[in-house]
Structures are given as C-alpha cells and as structure tokens.
C-alpha cells in the first residue's frame, strides 16, 4: 500500500512538476487515489455474483449492498491501508467464485494466484483470503472426478501466494526475531496489577462495538451512526442472509463456501482483540474496516436474500435503503 500510494505521488510530480507543493492538495490526492482503489467493488460483486450462477438480478442487487455501508464510504475516502486489501479481496472474488462452480483453469488459478499474492503483502488478515483459496480447492478437490487437474489448478493458484506471502513474514524474523512484529504488542503489553479478563463485560462490549464499526462509527469513534439505524441495519441483514441460504434456486454449499472469508476474519478479529485486551485491559482492535477485505462474499449474500424476498423490486429497494442510510451518515 505505502509502495503505491508513494509511486502516486511521484507519478503526479512528473506529470505536474510542482503537485507536491500545498499539503492540502497533495493530502486530497492520495484521497482520491483511495477511492480509486475501492470504486471496483460493486462492479466485483456483480461479477462474482454472476459467477456463482445467481441470475441478473441478483447481481445487480450484490452491485448495490456495499452501497449501504457508510463505514466502507468513509475508509474508502480516507488514507487508509485497507482499501488495496479490500480491493483484493474483490478481485479475488470472481475468479474464485468460479472455481466453486468447476473453474479449474491455469488463467483463473493464475489470477487467484497474482491477487492472494499481493493480498499477502498487504495485511496480515490477508491469510484469511490464502485460507479461503485452500478450502475452496479442496472442496473441489473431494467433488470433482478429475482430482490431479484439481491439484494442478490448486498448485497454480496457493503455492505462488504462498512464496510471495513468506517474502514479509521471514524479513520480520530476521530483522526483529518474530513472524509479526507489532508496535501493538509494546503498547498494550502490560494490565494493572490484580487485572483479569471479565468475560461478561467482554463479550458483549465486543459484540456491539464491531457491529457498530461495521456500518459507521466515524473519526475515532466519535461521530457513529445512531444505535437504532445499526441495529435495525444489523437485523435487515440477518433477515437477508437467512433468506439467501433458504432460496430454492441457490446451491447453498456454493453460497457456503464463497461466504467462508467472513467467519475466517471474524476469528482473527476476535483472537487478537481478545489477546490485547487479556494483556492490557484495554478494549482495542476491534474495528468493523477489518471484515471490508470480505465485502463481496457479504453483498452477495444480502444480494441473494433481497432477491428472495423482494423479487425483481430487490434491486431498487437496497438503492432506496442505501440513500437513506448513507444520509443519516452525512
């Protein structure tokens, strides 16, 4: 992410000697060259949600879901190191919404390949999205009867991200003796004395906190979206989602396995939060951006669930609930 939101800024000084005068242009810019990174998405999720076989509508309705999230309006619009994982994790996607269905191709393994490599020069919840291309192909490794063209297509697309993966993590272990330095781990290290961790105070904290931080809680946690927007935002979604594993027309094995990312993060969230919590008593990580890497598998299954209950009107009705709570936001 720094690698490129520096070559932007050379680029804009050759094209326009001078550009890195004023710091509030120059600050704008990189805005912009943020939202340039995340403006794909909705066209990804139409992509993958055509891969999967969900008909047109449904697609166009997954185009739609990632409107209604102002949190993803707001890192999308800010310097932020997530949106080139979140972009990723789009463009992983389609290809792998593809393999799920059969796609054993050398050109699809060969973009899953490229994009999980460059995810995992990114952040390291980039190896949830490694994960995700090892469970899809073995799934299609216990479902397909030609299981050496699915070994080979696997090979193509994990052992390249795998390699280029490794490239960060062996750099840290060399220069700082650990796989994932973290300047967290120095800051949070310590609890006061006679601390232990309550549960009861824990889990609920963490519950509404990344709920919330999922559809807006802006700045640092000081402007969120009002509790009863969440909640009912939070409540659509579940509705939608169950709709979308109960449609008679979906293989819901395949909705299975393209949703797989957002457990995986939640895992990873949920460890390492609790980890920095148990050491410090300090209630940090736990942030809703984190899950955005997952934002396609998300707005296909709302997608899917609208369709479902909503028919051909879905569409038109997340646009409609889209403006309403991205007013609420502004």
């Given amino acids: 992410y720094y690698w490129m939101t520096a ?3 050379r680029t804009a000084e050759a094209i326009v000697p001078g550009s890195d005068g004023p710091l509030d242009q120059t600050w704008h810019g990189l805005r912009l060259f943020n939202v340039a990174m995340v403006a794909p998405v909705p066209l990804l999720a139409w992509g993958a949600a055509r891969r999967l076989g969900l008909g047109h509508t449904a697609a166009v309705a997954a ?8 949190q993803l309006t707001h890192i999308g619009s800010t310097i932020n190191n997530a949106t080139l994982l979140i972009l990723l994790g789009a463009g992983l996607a389609v290809p ?4 799920i269905r059969g796609d054993l191709r050398r050109s699809t393994a060969g973009w899953i390949a490229l994009v999980t490599g460059l995810a995992m020069l990114t952040k390291t919840f980039a190896f949830a999205l490694l994960a995700w291309v090892a469970i899809v192909y073995a799934y299609r490794f216990f479902s397909d009867g030609d299981r050496r063209r699915t070994l080979r297509s696997a090979a193509i697309a994990f052992v390249p991200a795998v390699v280029v993966g490794a490239v960060f993590p062996l750099q840290n272990l060399v220069r700082h003796g650990q796989l994932f330095p973290s300047t967290a781990n120095a800051a949070f290290a310590t609890s006061p004395e006679g601390f232990a961790p309550d549960l009861g105070w824990y889990g609920p904290h963490f519950v509404t906190s990344i709920v919330s931080r999922f559809w807006g809680n802006f700045g640092y946690f000081d402007a969120p979206l009002p509790p009863a927007v969440v909640l009912i935002a939070s409540g659509v979604t579940v509705a939608l989602a169950v709709a979308a594993f109960r449609s008679p027309v979906v293989n819901r094995s395949h ?5 797989v990312p957002l457990p ?22 736990i942030q809703g951006r984190y899950f955005f890497a997952a934002m396609v598998p998300f707005a296909v299954i709302v997608g899917t669930g609208a369709v479902r209950l909503l028919e ?19």
């Fill in 264 to 285: 995986l993060l939640l895992v990873m969230v949920m460890y390492r939060a609790f980890s920095l919590y148990a050491s410090s008593s300090q209630a940090v990580f």
């Fill in 63 to 70: 185009a739609v879901a990632p409107l209604a999230v102002p």
């Fill in 96 to 99: 792998l919404a593809g393999v």
């Fill in 255 to 259: 909705l299975a396995l393209f949703a």
């Fill in 7 to 9: 070559a932007e800024l």
């Fill in 312 to 330: 051909r009107r879905a569409p038109l009705v997340m646009l409609m609930a889209a403006g309403a709570i991205q007013t609420m936001a502004f």
